[in-house]
Structure formats: C-alpha cells, structure tokens
C-alpha cells in the first residue's frame, strides 16, 4: 500500500519525540511504500535521518522560503481569485453556525485556484491587498478591542499567504494519507483527499491549536492579527479533524481538545507510543548513592527549576542524595541551562547537581537513578517515562498530557510546579526499597503489556488496511 | 452540537456548575483571583480556549478544576474567565524603526560625493592638450555606472546575509570594472591623441569612484575622509596659494595619493572573501542600476561638455557652479528619502482605510519633494555665494534657466532614488533614458533643451511615483 506521510517541522528533517515514532512507524511497516511531504521552514534543511527504502519519496514544503515558482496571475486569473479572498476573510469574521462548513468550502477552491495559478502571486496583487483592507479593516466592529490598521493587513496577508503553500503543490499519490499533525500539516493530506478521494488519518501526540494559542502570547502580531490567524487556525484544526476518517491520539487526555473542536467521538480511537523492549531490558542493580535521574532536552517547558527546588528539599532530607541530569539544551537555549546551575548552586546542591550532558546509550541515564523524574508542564506521551517503565525504574512525573495514563499506579504522579509534593514522592521511593522494586516490577509488566513498538504498528498496519478499505471503524469514545 | 464552531465557543454553554456559581458576588469562588493572576493572558485573549491553554500549560487539568473551582472542566472554567475580564490588548513593543537616521550620515554622504570636486580645479595643469575633457567624461561615465551596478550586486549580497560572498564580489568587481575604466580610457585617450597626465588623472578617477563604492557598502564611509584628506587638502592649498608651478608636482603625488589609498583601503577590507561564483541572476539584476548610473552621468555631464552641450565653446561656469552642488544635495536626498520612508512606515501602522492611506501618502510625497528642492536651492544659493566670495566666479543672471535645470534634475533623480527603493526600477531608467535621447536630439537648442528635458523628466517622475507610490501594499 502506498501511504502519504505528512509532517511539519520534524521527521525526517528533526530529532524529537514525534520523529522517533514517526521512523519507528516507516521501519516497522516495510511492505508499505512511505511517500513523505514535510513542511519545512526554508527549504534548505538537509534530513537527519537515515531513510529506509520503502521511504518512496520524500518531498520538502518550504513555509517561510522562496515560494513556489510560477508569475503573478494575468488579469483573468487575479479576477477569480478576488472573490475566493473575500470568502476567506468573511468566513474567519463569521461568529455564526455556518461559518466551519464555509471556511472548508472555500478552502477547497483556494487549492483549485492554487493547482492553476500562482496562489503566492495572488496573495501580492493590490486588488488582493484592497479587498483584504475593505472587508477586514473597514467592517471591523466598533466594539472591537483593537482595530487592524493597513500594516496589519500586510502582516495577515503574508501569514496567510505562506501558511497555505502546501494547496500550491501536487497531491501526493497514496492509498491513505496520515498527517502526524493537525494544523498546516493537514493541508497536503487535504489536497489529496480532495483530488483522488483517500481517506485521511490524523495523529496528534501534542495539540496543534493548544501550542498555537501558548506560540500566540509571545509572538511579535497585534492583537487584531493574532486573533484573525487563530481563528484560521482554529478553522483549520476543527477541518482537520472532520474531514479525518480516524483521528489517533497519543493519549486520551488530547481527545478532550479533540471533541471540543468537533471531532466525532466514534473517529477517535487513542494509539499510545511504544518503545522495543529489547532496548530496554530490565536493570539488576541500584545505583549506591540516593540518585533521582532525569533525562530529556534542558528547555524551560520541561520545568527544571521545580526540580532543582524539590531536590534541594530531598537534599535536606537525605544528605547523600544526589539528582543526575541527562540531556542538552537545544541551540540557542543556553542560556537556560546556565540559569540551572546558577539556581542549583544557589540552593546549596550545586555539587550534589551534575549535568550530564548527552549520552551515548539513553540506558545509562535510566539505570542512573533509584527513581526517574519527569518534571513537564506539557507533554504528548513521554518516551522517558515509557523507557523507564520498560527498564523497571519507577518513575515520579507531573500531572500533563498523556503521563497519568501512562504510569497509572506503577509510580507517583505529581502536580506540576509544585516542588514540594515532588520532593515528598521522591523521598517516598528513595527511602523505600521495597517500594521501589514492587513499583518498578510493575512498572515494566505494564510498559511490555502496553506500550511497546510492535503495538503501535501492529495497530496502524490494521487502522491503515482498513481505513482503505472504508471499514472506518467505530470505536466507542476514544478511550483507547 | 458542534463545540468545534466559533460560536458554540464564544456563546459558552451554561452547565449546571456554572448555574450554582453566584455571578453577581465575586471573590469566594476563587475564580477573580485566578484572573488576576491571569490577567495579561485574559486582557489579550482572543478567545476562552487561548485561556484554557494558559490555565494547562500553568498546570491545572479538569480533575483541579473540579476540586478547587467547581467547574466541569478547564474549558468552562476558561469560558467564565473570559466573560469576566474585558479584553483590552496592550500594543506589542513596536520594532525598531528601521528609517530612522540622524543628520550625520546623510550630511557625510553628500560631503563624500562633493568634496572631490576640490581635485579638479588644483589639477588643472594635468589636463592640458587635446581630448582631456574627453577621457574624463569616459572615465565618468564608465565608472559611475560600474560603481552603481558592483553596488547594487554588493548590497545584494549583504541583505542575504554572506559577508564573504559580498567581500569578494566588491574586492573583484573593483579590480575587473578597474580594468574596464582604465581600457576605455586609453582607447578614448589614443583616438583623441590625449596626453599622459590627462589619462593617468582619468584612471584615477575612475579608481577614486570604484573604490569609494567598495568603502561605501561595507559602510566605512569615515575611511573614505582620511582617503580625500591628501588630494583635497593640498588641492585646496594649491588653489590658496595662486598655483605655484614649484608645488605643481607635489600636488599631483598628492591628488594621486587618494585614489591609492582608496584602493589600499578597499583591498584590505576585503581581504578573507570566500569564493562564490557570481550568478547570471546576479549580474542581470544589476544591469539597470548601471544603466541608471550610466544615465544619470550622461545627464549630469552632458551639459557641462564645452562644444557639445549647451555650454557653448568654453566650460560652463554656470553649469559646473549647479553640478556641484548637486552632488551636495544628494545627502539631503538620501535623508529626505529616510524621512519618506518613515512617515510612510507610521501612516500604514495608523489608518485601516486604503482612501485615506492614498491621499496622505501622496501628500507626503509632495512634501518630500518640496523638502528636497527646498535644501537644494539652499545649497546653490550657500555654494555661489561662497564661490562669489572667493572671487572665483562672476556669476550673470543668465545662468539661472541653467541652474533651474540642474535643480528639476536634482529633484527628478531624487525621485528615481525613491522609486527605485521601492522596487520601481524599470520606469525611472526609461524615463531618464528618454529624457536625456531629447536633450540630445535637441542640443542645438542650447539651454531651453535642457531646461524642458529635465522639468519633463521631474514633472512625469513625480506624477508616477504619486500614482506608484500611494499603493499601501508598496510599503510593505
């Protein structure tokens, strides 16, 4: 079968969580033919990584760098796309029940238009730009908190212009298309719903829109500007997940997002992440000293102060004891990593704190530690706590995303930014052996019934069979 | 139905919850407190999930929700949030205003394209015999367009970020359009059977003008004064002191001096480029800043040009007492253009009607242009009366229709510079080119030519760019 791989932003051009399962789910599935379309931002990006050879094509959509080739339209076709625009901007300014059902329709034509004609072209004419300013700017409600002005027109139309060059290129050839994102990222897997009729699976292992509204409080846009594109993303996303014939979460916490943005419960069926136990086989021994390990990229998402304040209550506690971190901060961050030591000396466990940097073998951080922590405010489903389980490590982990569901009762699941209940649960498991290794050994008993490789793909080789087919299945409520 | 519509979100569902909870009294459920804390993020929201997602990514999930608000989930909760606290974006920090630009540059610039001119008057005993003016002008012509297109390669390189992309292109484009310059100048010099001196004195123009470009894009433009320190102090001197034959040779080492050191400079600054193959795209874009340049000189010089303008038999004291300070306002022109660009850049950020955003720009197009002139005349009229003082020139009423020729060409190239910054490129270059096909065509006419070719020029030049230039989407 041939299957259309859509992704923005990760495989096969990043390393990360979804890029990792992403390879798993190629490697694992050889007598499928992969056809992968990434949204890029430049174009320029080289792949890291190795691709197997049922990868049949891969196919790289730049969002942010030259767009593609082809002139402005000529008078006929600057003519057509007028009033495609003015549907795209009425429809985003639509507070009523119809406006979804429009957003879709005119969506589709714009990638009619953008098969024919240079889209990017269309978006840069001045009638585009005048029509934009009437219908935008000059209808905007007095009552509104803030008025766009002509700059934010330019702004809105450029962000518009770029987040759709994926309708400018071919549909892909596939017998079903899995987009691994929601958002821009549906759109290629749209195109070829709507030119060859295949249906179409979503795979979430964050929420698109929820990082979209989190991106939007830093970002540099007007408040008019901002709320116009979330709004198209929000379009977008609900689009995304109706026109989807299955939408497979990583956890079931997302598919709260899910339905509240109208996908049908009877689409939703949870596939969790999974780890090769042979990877991962089970550890015999302890580490001498009291350790807490944690393994991840050291960037302000995964929290590490309220780690670092927790440990230094542990310290407190058990003077011996020391907290091993695992990772490197991603260019750019490091800021961040800095601020780390600075605390961690400033709370008196500098030299109880080591940095470990990368590793070679991710093994080595897990059999580091009597415990493994995971300190997030946001997470999908987090291949550190699965690994760990699958290594029988008990691990204590914040209250977000997926992790709840994924430890359940093997470890101790914690409020997020609260370093004193993640020290009282550390304390508990550094202090208990027994505990420790019940914990553990149920911790790897669950990870090998549940979470593991040959699952997740056993599952999508099933769900890709018989969405093809048209057998979509019903499953009750997404629970998995 | 569908929670996934815009409306169902902003009309939020009224659960039973939400009934039990006592709207009109505050603080006890704990919820005011939460948008206190919350206030940035619900004073911009533009909806109650951009809420929602702030209330997860802070930790909270529906099972806290329940316990501590007693609302269903994270999205009612949010839902309430939003109706309780108006929305009341603050402005995001405004970039930083990338037209913003004091006196001094500018006013250095056109010092820079002025002060050369000291030279000319000091080397007058160099450019004796048959065919000086000649090898001059194709020394001129040649380099002027030359710099303006290793220019526009130069910049282009820079805006793309290759610092060693751009030092090589300059180091090489010098040294080749050197080659270019020094090979017109000689074929020029052999037909007019020119004396040494005369062509040595072109080259180095030309060298002078290549070199200065170089300086120029990588923005050392301080550099270029210690480089016009030796040829204009001890031409100034010279001058002063009645041109003693005696200091006649060391003047020339002199005058000779700023053209070396220019290269000295240039080639230093450009040492450590990478090799980076010169594109086709590359060279074919900067085909018409040469042309312009080109042109530009043509309309420049041509006036001036004794026997073939409409100077008559000698040089034209008029003609050359405007050209100079031309070359001045050209630093009032780059500033006034900063000035355009950066009232244009606030207008756009403070109108949301294309009308209104039409009839302003097109006023401060005017306004730029009357600015512009205004400084220019201010200049002439500063330039002649310092020349008059000197007792160097005896200026007549007649020059005047050639002096207002020179300010409406002043004003016309002005609005090239602009419209060219703006991405009209094309039409300006004709433009020029058509104006100055009549100001030939029509030499025989003497002063009259000029005056109609050039007022024709600003005339058409200021009604495009008002059309051009008052679309918004142009300033984007």
């Known amino acids: ?480 | 139905m569908s929670a996934g519509t815009l409306s169902g979100l902003q009309q939020p569902v009224v659960t039973g919850a939400l009934l039990d909870t006592p709207h009109a009294a505050p603080a006890p459920d704990g919820v005011d407190e939460l948008c206190e804390q919350l206030a940035e993020v619900c004073g911009s929201a533009t909806d109650p999930l951009e809420i929602a997602a702030s209330l997860e990514f802070d930790g909270l999930n529906d099972q806290a929700v329940q316990a501590k608000y007693g609302f269903p989930d994270v999205f009612a909760l949010a839902e309430e949030m939003h109706r309780r606290v108006p929305v009341r974006p603050v402005e995001p920090e405004s970039p930083p205003d990338p037209w913003r630009q004091g006196f001094g540059r500018p006013a250095l610039h056109g010092l820079l394209y002025s002060l050369p001119a000291v030279c000319f008057p000091a080397a007058t005993g160099l450019l004796g015999g048959p065919g000086a003016i000649t090898v001059l002008l194709v020394s001129m012509l040649a380099s002027w367009s030359g710099s303006q297109g290793l220019a526009h390669l130069g910049y282009l390189r820079l805006g793309r970020g290759e610092d060693a992309g751009t030092k090589q292109v300059l180091r090489w484009g010098m040294l080749v359009l050197l080659a270019g310059v020094a090979g017109a100048v000689w074929v020029a010099g052999t037909i007019t059977s020119a004396r040494t001196p005369a062509m040595a004195f072109a080259v180095g123009q030309g060298l002078y003008l290549l070199s200065a470009t170089v300086l120029m894009v990588l923005r050392a433009e301080r550099l270029l004064l210690v480089v016009l320190a030796p040829g204009c102090l001890a031409g100034t001197g010279f001058l002063l002191l009645g041109k003693p034959s005696g200091l006649a040779l060391a003047t020339a080492c002199a005058l000779a001096a700023t053209p070396l050191l220019g290269a000295a400079f240039a080639l230093w600054l450009t040492r450590g480029g990478a090799r980076l193959a010169l594109s086709g795209n590359e060279v074919l874009a900067a085909v018409p800043s040469a042309a312009f340049g080109l042109l530009a000189a043509l309309l420049i010089a041509f006036p001036v040009v004794p026997g073939w303008g409409a100077g008559g038999s000698g040089v034209n004291p008029g003609a050359l007492l405007a050209a100079i300070p031309l070359s001045l306002s050209m630093g009032v022109a780059e500033w006034t253009l900063y000035w355009y660009r950066r009232r244009c850049a606030r207008l756009l950020r403070g109108t949301g009607r294309v009308g209104e955003f039409r009839r302003r720009s097109a006023l401060i197009l005017l306004a730029a242009l009357a600015q512009y002139l205004t400084a220019t005349v201010v200049l002439v009229a500063a330039v002649v009366a310092g020349a008059v003082a000197l007792d160097l020139v005896d200026p007549q009423w007649t020059s005047a229709p050639q002096v207002v020729a020179y300010l409406a060409l002043g004003g016309a190239m002005f609005l090239a510079l602009l419209l060219q910054t703006m991405g009209c490129r094309l039409v300006p270059l004709v433009a020029c080119g058509v104006a100055f096909a009549a100001e030939f065509a029509a030499r025989g006419l003497g002063v009259p030519a000029q005056l109609a070719a050039t007022g024709g020029l600003l005339l058409f030049l200021t009604l495009y760019a008002a059309a051009v230039l008052c679309k918004a989407i142009r300033h984007g």
């Open chain 1, 1 to 480: 079968m041939k299957i259309a791989m859509m992704t923005e932003g990760t495989y096969p051009h990043q390393f990360g969580g979804v890029s990792v399962w992403c390879d798993q789910l190629v490697r694992g599935m050889p007598e499928h033919d992969f056809h992968v379309v990434a949204l890029v931002a430049t174009g320029v990006e080289r792949p890291a990584w190795e691709l197997p050879a049922n990868v049949a094509s891969v196919v790289s959509v730049p969002l942010w760098g030259r767009g593609p080739a082809g002139r402005k339209p000529g008078r006929t076709g600057r003519r057509r796309f007028i009033p495609l625009l003015a549907e795209l901007v009425d429809a985003l300014m639509d507070d009523s029940p119809s406006a979804p059902a429009r957003f879709g329709l005119v969506l589709r034509k714009l990638f009619e238009y953008a098969q024919e004609e240079s889209l990017s072209g269309a978006f840069a004419t001045e009638e585009a730009f005048d029509e934009f300013a009437r219908r935008w700017c000059e209808r905007s409600p007095d009552g509104a908190p803030s008025r766009p002005s002509l700059h934010d027109v330019l702004t809105a139309l450029q962000l518009l212009d770029h987040s759709l060059r994926a309708l400018s290129h071919p549909p892909a050839p596939a017998d079903v298309v899995h987009a691994v994102t929601n958002g821009l990222g549906v759109l290629p897997a749209l195109t070829v719903k709507w030119r060859h009729g295949r249906p179409l699976i979503v795979t979430e292992h964050g929420i698109y829109l929820r990082e979209q509204y989190l991106h939007a409080r830093k970002g540099p846009y007007r408040w008019p500007v901002k709320a116009l594109y979330l709004r198209f993303l929000h379009h977008l996303c609900a689009l995304g997940y109706r026109e989807a014939a299955l939408i497979t979460p990583g956890n079931v916490y997302n598919t709260r997002w899910e339905r509240r943005l109208g996908a049908r419960p009877e689409s939703v069926k949870t596939v969790y992440n999974g780890v090769n136990p042979a990877d991962f086989p089970a550890f015999d021994t302890e580490p001498e000293a009291p350790t807490i390990s944690w393994v991840g990229r050291i960037d302000p998402i995964k929290d590490l102060e309220t780690l670092i304040r927790a440990f230094a209550l542990v310290h407190q506690a058990l003077p011996d004891a020391r907290l091993r971190l695992f990772g490197s901060p991603p260019g750019g961050r490091e800021g961040y990593l800095r601020q780390c030591r600075d605390l961690a000396a400033e709370l008196g466990v500098g030299g109880a704190t080591t940095f470990e940097g990368r590793v070679e073998n991710i093994r080595d951080a897990y059999e580091a530690g009597h415990v493994v922590v995971l300190s997030s405010l946001s997470e999908g489903f987090p291949y550190s706590v699965i690994e760990a389980m699958t290594c029988g490590r008990p691990c204590v982990a914040t209250d977000v995303g997926g992790v709840r569901e994924a430890i359940d009762d093997t470890g101790i699941v914690v409020p997020p930014r609260n370093p004193e209940a993640l020290s009282d649960a550390c304390l508990i498991l550094l202090r208990d052996t027994e505990l420790r290794k019940r914990l553990g050994a149920t911790a790897r008993s669950r990870a090998l019934q549940f979470f593991t490789v040959d699952q997740a793909i056993e599952t999508f080789d099933d769900l890709y069979v018989r969405v093809a087919a048209g057998l979509v299945p019903g499953f009750p409520d997404g629970d998995g």
